[in-house]
């Protein structure tokens, strides 16, 4: 019986799910450990029979199983399979054994340097402690990599989520993400999962109100003052030359029995203000 059709009746035997992609980003931990142990001993028999050519396909098949998994930084230290592979890799007879055990062993050896390196600048950028860490880039892993695949566009995102995460873990104070991680007020594994606004800190999200509301402010302040005057094309712009302009007519005082008014005119296209009578115009006035 082949390792695949070995792995597939151990799996009915139990009612658990067959081997395969869906063991995605650690979801089945310990299941993923059963089926590498499996594996293990399985290539342990075949290791047996290395001088048989029908053996070195049951290999190349074992190893295939091991590359549907999500062998993760976990797996390899709670199992020998990285030291398995590697040994075959350097002792097998087949020459094509001996290429896909090397390129596993490279996926699992970059796939491992490159999830530390993000616990690493976690701790660092966040001063947190390993464990809390662990559990950040775990979340961050599951959700980028739903495979369990660190490449093409799951890497890409695994590493714009990283940055993401780490300009919030650099902010201090009250209501911070280092602050509520510290406390435990925040599930550590989700945090991947929650928008900016959620990470932001209480001073972050007072400077952020201000802005909106400073914003809604100045766009009403826009709006009246663009609705301000009588629209003509009278006038012609002296800054700009253009002629889509408005104007208002201000009073300026009383000359004998009647109020005197001057009228003001803005160009529409370029903001320029001069009076009616006043070919200089009074930008900035």
Known sequence: MSTREEG?????????????????????????????HRVVKCLHDLQKETAQPASAELVLEALEELA?????RDVLEKTSVGKEIK????????????????ALCEQWRRDYDVRKKVIDGFVDKGTLN????KELEEGLFNQSCPLGLLEGDNYESYKTQYKR?????????????VQRI???????????????SELM?????????????????????????????????????????????????????WHKDHQDMTIIVR???????????????????
Request: aromatic share 4%; charged share 25%.
């Open 8 to 36: 597939n009746s151990h799996a009915n035997a139990e009612s658990l799910l067959v081997p395969g992609p869906h063991f995605h980003a650690g979801q089945f931990k310990e299941r993923t450990i059963l089926e590498v």
């Open 68 to 72: 549907d998994l999500c062998v993760d």
């Open 87 to 102: 040994k075959m890799q350097k002792q097998h007879a087949d020459p094509l054994v001996c290429q896909r055990a090397g």
């Open 130 to 133: 390993k464990r809390d860490a």
């Open 165 to 177: 995460l780490c300009s919030h873990l650099r902010t201090r104070g009250p209501g911070s993400l």
């Open 182 to 196: 510290q406390e435990s007020s925040v599930d550590t594994s989700m945090v991947m999962l929650l928008p900016d």
């Open 201 to 253: 800190s209480c001073d972050q999200r007072q400077q952020q109100e201000q802005v909106k509301r400073e914003s809604m402010r100045q766009a009403v302040t826009g709006i009246a003052d663009a609705e301000g005057g009588t629209v003509t094309d009278e006038y012609t712009c002296p800054k700009c030359e253009a002629t889509r302009t408005s104007y208002v007519e201000v009073p300026t005082g």
């Open 267 to 285: 160009c529409l296209q370029c903001g320029e203000r001069w009076k009616s009578n006043d070919d200089h115009g009074l930008a900035g006035s």
